[in-house]
């Protein structure tokens, strides 16, 4: 098993910034894709962004420039820098990863634990 750690979340003003991080400790072969997913009471869990291993990115509208997600391969670590903060942005943030921990083994689909960010208005 990945136990995907997340960290970065709180309560912010609208128009602050948080920086959420997600790190993938312990022994790993691969990572590929690499998102972050956010849900808000009452609501289905929606895609914010995502980040392919070679760098590729791909960001939900309500988002785009004003979000930004990165991934520090080396460290089995992904960031998302969210700028200019909204009250609606106000949900649990998800990290998703999918990991090959092994050469040999299938490539498996994990979560982190979620972390709440709240935007005052």
């Known amino acids: 098993q990945v136990q995907l750690v997340e960290s970065g979340g709180g309560l912010v003003p609208a128009g602050g910034s948080l920086r959420l991080s997600c790190a993938a400790p312990?022994?790993?072969?691969?990572?590929?894709?690499m998102g972050w997913y956010h849900q808000a009471s009452g609501n289905l869990r929606d895609l914010v962004a995502t980040?392919?291993?070679?760098?590729?990115?791909n960001y939900a509208n309500s988002v785009k420039g004003r979000f930004t997600i990165s991934r520090d391969n080396a460290k089995n670590t992904m960031y998302l820098q969210m700028n200019s903060l909204k009250p609606e942005d106000t949900a649990v943030y998800y990290c998703?990863?999918?990991?090959?921990?092994?050469?040999?083994?299938?490539?498996?689909?994990?979560w982190g634990q979620g972390t709440q960010v709240t935007v005052s208005s």
């Open positions: 312990g022994s790993i072969f691969s990572i590929n894709d």
């Open positions: 980040a392919t291993s070679d760098g590729s990115t």
């Open positions: 998703n990863a999918q990991v090959q921990r092994h050469r040999y083994w299938a490539v498996e689909n994990y």
